[in-house]
């Protein structure tokens, strides 16, 4: 095999793993809509009034699709750095889906209980399921930039400033995330604002990432 031939084999199986990883997230993202319902009522006067009444619904839908669309985007950025895969890597990438796919159920557990009893239970669910996702996408990210390993996963050695940059920024990740849990019993609006913050964390630019390729 020439070193040509094993670069575009490499491509090719990453590029497969993205294909297959975004077709899951799309599905996961379109699927959310179901949680909209359309109310039976007998006036308009009613119809209005049950519309308000979904707001929790609504808050749900927006809420999953957000982050979503955030976890896409992050496994879009890992990928523009990471150049070849193997099987650990898939059955983490794997884990990644996982905990993404699952996560419109405790978005709208939480949206379903949110001011009323079993809230606090609700809220431990819910930050439970972001603080797997953070796990998983650093176990992702850890093997793959492993400086150990005789063939390197990335792109770029362990000190380009892109590696730096994400090993910083997702350090935050699951500690932020166990904070919301630690909050949720508490005060699940203080865990939803912590929750809130760190997806709008992790979907600002990040500026090393013009270098990454």
């Known amino acids: 095999m020439t070193p040509e031939t094993g670069a575009g084999s490499d491509a090719r199986e990453t590029a497969r793993l993205e294909a297959f990883s975004d077709g899951v997230l799309s ?29 929790p619904s609504y808050a ?3 809420t999953s699709f957000a982050t979503i669309g955030v976890i896409w985007l992050n496994h879009h950025l890992l990928f523009r750095l990471i150049a070849r895969v193997d099987a650990t890597l898939l059955a983490l990438n794997g884990l990644v889906l996982l905990t993404a796919s699952v996560l419109p159920f405790p978005t709208a557990l939480l949206a379903g209980y949110l001011g009323q009893p079993g809230e606090k239970l609700a809220a431990i669910v819910y930050s439970a399921t972001f603080l797997a996702i953070t796990i998983a996408f650093n176990l ?11 063939k390197p996963l990335l792109r770029h050695g362990p000190d380009h400033p892109a590696v730096r940059e994400v090993h910083r920024r997702y350090r935050l990740g699951p500690a932020s995330s166990l904070v919301a849990l630690c909050v949720a019993p ?5 865990m939803l604002a912590i929750t809130f913050g760190l997806v709008v964390f992790f979907a600002l630019p990040h500026p090393v990432h013009e270098s990454a390729s």
């Not at 992702?140 to 005789?150: D, F, Q």
């Open 60 to 62: 749900a839908y927006f």
């Open 186 to 190: 508490f005060s699940p609006p203080a």
């Open 140 to 150: 992702l990210w850890l093997y793959a930039s492993s400086p150990s390993r005789r």
């Open 27 to 55: 599905i996961a993202i379109t699927l959310l809509v179901l949680e909209l319902r359309v109310p039976r009522v007998a006036t308009q006067a009613d119809l209005g009034h049950r519309l308000l009444e979904l707001w």
